[in-house]
Every structure is written in C-alpha cells, then in structure tokens.
C-alpha cells in the first residue's frame, strides 16, 4: 500500500512541476503566436514603414520570435512563429532552434520577419523547413533592376530577412546551425 501511495505521491509532484504552458491547448497557442506575429509586423512596420509593401506584395512571408543564450564557448536558441502564404492565407505554425559556437556570454531576445519573393521559396522553407549556417550578406538586390529591401538582409535569392532586436533593425546577421520545421502541435 505504502508504494502506491509513494507513487500518487511522485505523480502529483512531477504534474505540480510540469510548466503550465503544456496544458495550454492548441487553438489558445495559434492565437498567442498570432497575436505576437502581429506585434512583430506593427514594429517593423514602424521602424521601417516601406517594409510593409514588401512583405505584403511577396509569395509569402514568415514572423518568428526567438530567444537564445550563450554561455562561454556555445549556445543555442529556440522560437516559434507562422508562415502565411499571401495568395490563400494559409497559416503553418512553425518552430527554430539554433546552435551556436564561440566566444561569448549573453541573453538575447529576437524576432524574425522571412520575405519570400517566390512561391517555390516559400514552399520550400515551410515544406521541407531549411537549415542555414554562416552569416548572410547585408548587400541586398530585390530584383534585376538593382531595388533594395531596406532595412532587409538578402539570404538567398528572393528571400529577405528582417531581424528586429530590442533596440530595432539588425544591420547584420549571423546565422548558425539553425533549423525551421512545422510544429507538429499546432498545425
């Protein structure tokens, strides 16, 4: 008798210990990173205002907000946004991880708005989630006529990046070891 109660007593401690957020269930989840996509969108829009043509006249685009930290020699991160096609609307809720190595010490909040000029593009990054790695290029051409994203960092052919810190527009990005996949949970 004493083991059963040893273990209702165990089970009622690692349920009291397990964050609330996994009890939240999944149609709450959609709208929380709903409304923070839209939070992300209205600041960039306000730091960048052209942005908004941008993102809007694209195949499709994708809002993230990230977290990471870095201790020491290596780090990592991890997020959460959705991926809107502009032409159906559809959403795919997605997440990212990220791996970091070198040098440094630091916490650090983000957030991500991916331009998708194309829909093959978009399709890619949503379907087979993409993995990147080195730093991306601040030297930016929207098309062959030589237009500039402002305030967006080219990663690769017609794909543009916003990276929106606490203190506004990245001029740089540095991308390590990391990874965009569906969220299985949400979608």
């Known amino acids: 008798m004493r083991m059963i109660y040893r273990m209702v007593l165990l089970s009622l401690v690692v349920l009291a210990s397990t964050p609330a957020a996994q009890f939240v269930n999944a149609d709450s989840e959609r709208a929380s990173v709903r409304a923070k996509s839209n939070e992300i969108l209205t600041r960039l829009y306000g730091v960048e205002p052209g942005a908004k043509s941008i993102v809007e006249g694209a195949a499709g685009y994708a809002v993230f907000s990230n977290f990471g930290m870095k201790i020491l020699l290596a780090g990592g991160g991890k997020g959460q946004g959705v991926a809107i096609d502009n032409k159906s609307k559809a959403e795919t809720f ?27 593009a978009f399709d890619s990054f949503v379907n087979s989630g993409w993995e990147f790695g080195g730093q991306a290029s601040a030297a930016a051409q929207l098309d062959d006529e030589g237009g500039a994203v402002e305030g967006a960092v080219s990663v690769s052919p017609g794909v543009w990046l916003y990276q929106l810190t606490e203190d506004g527009l990245a001029l740089e990005l540095t991308v390590k070891g990391t990874k965009y996949y569906k969220d299985d949970d949400l979608n």
């Open 94 to 120: 997605m997440k990212m991880v990220e791996v970091q190595a070198g040098l440094g010490m630091g916490i650090k909040s983000f957030n991500l708005v991916w331009v998708f000029q194309s829909q093959a």
